[in-house]
């Protein structure tokens, strides 16, 4: 047998993966093949000739067997491409934006200095400044707003916490947190768990960032923002940061963005960042660009394009309007990579990151924008939107049919609730009403509800069905999250006969267990 030599192996790698990439999954086709670990593992090492384990004495392995476990990493991952994958905020990537991130991995190129970067340093550049116009921030020629890509939404949003601190405590770089002012920030009781971690990463502590409550519809609540911040003021904190959300993750809710930077400003001039990572795409739709009000207020933006805009893992950005801050927080002028007097050298972007090395994220974004101009950037985000309104209208519809939301649809999510037949009477008096009571009935109508979206998931998994996420969230039992992160990908024919799957398996798999339990 010739061995198959790296210019074959690249050749037939990127036949395969143009063939999977350009695939346009038909919804029979399965989400994932469902394996226990042990059985994956079997398969893996049989259809492919090598196994997942590393050896003891780990032999070489030749290109040709390499391509094997290609083939079937790619039988045994999860189709993110498939119309029906609607678990996460993300699904399926834009042919353009894998071109990008291929172009990216061939290029291998660090993106901390103007010298080893100079084209990718530009587009970055480019598309900060086109961003801080799509925000509002600034008009066409001026240069006020300072950014970067980031590896995921989560950094971005410790990005945020972090330059803000730096703001009101710049000694905390040199003292550290000890010994200095108990700052105090403030996110609501629906916001993303990175916040969490950022603030128990920078020393800030759980105990200082006030969960604020929100409304009923999951939006945070800006008197009880500002009563949360006079509070924490009494008790000797230092108020610096309020963190909002442009679509939440689990609801889609959208903070008042534009209240919140009234309170921000009353109290003193908080830091406001909000993490539009889920949602932030409105801001290109002038159809939904009203759910993003008073985005233009806000300091400092977090936006996963990775998320509802089709571009693949990861492209992340993090701006801010007030330029410098993120070099104030984080420049420590090594002097074997930014030497001030190298040619080009202000454009090195590296000493702005808590990083050292920065993969060239910005390609997928600008690849994507260019090719669909803004008007194409804009409609991608329509049909997210739209699919969820079409899919909380079908609810609304067919309540009886067992249908009902938990949450009125809003960025592209739908909250709701499959009710089995035989629990539908109750739910016409325990669902209906808000503010119900807590009756015996109820309690154990709740009981029952909260078992039938795991029986229906489990179902689905075994078919290899659509993937849907659900939660038990504010109280509620658990009801499914549908997401439509990728609007080119699902048609509205295919929700309705997704929907029309999930009743049946709703009806036979909580029958089934209504028998094995009585
Ligand atoms: C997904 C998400 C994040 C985190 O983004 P990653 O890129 O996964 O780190 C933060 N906030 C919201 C609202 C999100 O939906």
């Known amino acids: 047998m010739i061995e198959m030599d790296d210019d074959r192996f690249l050749g037939l790698l990127s036949q395969r993966l143009g063939a999977y990439v350009r695939s346009r999954d038909d919804v029979e086709d399965k989400v994932v093949r469902l394996t226990s670990p042990e059985e994956l593992a079997r398969s893996f090492e049989e259809e492919s000739g090598v196994a997942l384990r590393l050896e003891e004495r780990q032999e070489e392995t030749s290109n040709e067997t390499l391509l094997s476990a290609v083939d079937a990493l790619l039988r045994y991952s999860v189709k993110t491409s498939h119309p029906l994958f609607l678990n996460q905020l993300y699904g399926r990537a834009d042919v353009i934006g894998v071109g990008a991130d291929w172009t990216s991995t061939a290029l291998n190129t660090n993106t901390h200095t103007y010298e080893v970067a100079p084209a990718f340093t530009l587009m970055e550049n480019a598309l900060l400044s086109k961003i801080g116009r799509t925000i509002g921030w600034h008009g066409e020629d001026k240069n006020e707003v300072d950014g970067l890509f980031v590896p995921g939404g989560s950094l971005s949003n410790l990005y945020g916490m972090h330059v803000s601190r730096n703001v009101v405590d710049p000694e905390v770089a040199t003292r550290g947190s000890h010994g200095g002012p108990r700052l105090v920030a403030f996110t609501s009781d629906q916001s993303h768990y990175s916040y969490l971690k950022s603030a128990r990463l920078m020393g800030i502590g759980s105990d200082n960032l ?3 409550e929100s409304d009923a519809h999951g939006r945070m609540r800006p008197d009880a923002l500002e009563e ?19 679509g939440t993750t689990v609801l889609g809710a959208y903070d008042p963005l534009d209240k919140i930077s ?29 759910v993003v009000r008073g985005i233009e207020t806000t300091d400092s933006v977090a936006w996963n394009p990775h998320k509802m805009s089709g571009a693949p893992l990861q492209c992340s950005v993090f701006l801010t309007r007030r330029p410098g801050v993120l070099k104030n927080a984080n420049a420590t002028n090594a002097a074997y990579l930014f030497q001030p007097d190298k040619l080009h050298g202000e454009l090195d972007s590296g000493d702005k990151t808590i990083q050292c090395g920065r993969k060239t994220d910005m390609l997928k974004l600008w690849m994507l924008w260019k090719k669909r101009g ?16 079409f899919t909380g209208d079908v609810m609304r519809e067919n309540e009886d049919l067992g249908w009902k939301l938990a949450y009125e649809p809003s960025c592209a999510n739908v909250c709701f609730w499959y009710v089995p037949a035989r629990l539908r009477e109750d739910a016409r008096r325990f669902l209906q009403v808000e503010g119900q009571g807590e009756g015996e009935q109820e309690t154990r109508f709740s009981r029952e509800l909260h078992k039938v979206a795991p029986l229906v998931k489990s179902r689905m998994q075994r078919e290899g069905d659509a993937m849907i996420g659900f939660q038990s969230v504010n109280g509620l039992p658990n009801f499914f999250r549908l997401v439509f992160p990728s609007g080119d ?20 798999e909580y029958e089934k267990f209504h028998r094995t339990s009585s």
């Open 489 to 508: 990908a699902i048609g509205q024919s295919d929700v309705l006969e997704m929907l029309e799957r999930m009743r049946r398996f709703g009806e036979e």
């Open 228 to 246: 949360s911040i006079e509070r924490a003021r009494r008790d000797g904190g230092m108020p610096f940061f309020v963190g909002s959300t442009a």
């Open 374 to 389: 803004d008007d194409g950037m804009a409609s991608f985000v329509d049909r997210c939107f739209d699919l969820a309104t």
């Open 210 to 212: 006030i969960a604020v």
């Open 262 to 290: 009234e309170v921000c400003a009353r109290q003193g001039g908080l830091w406001h960042h909000v993490d539009a990572c889920w949602g932030g795409g409105a801001m290109l739709s002038s159809r939904y660009r009203h």
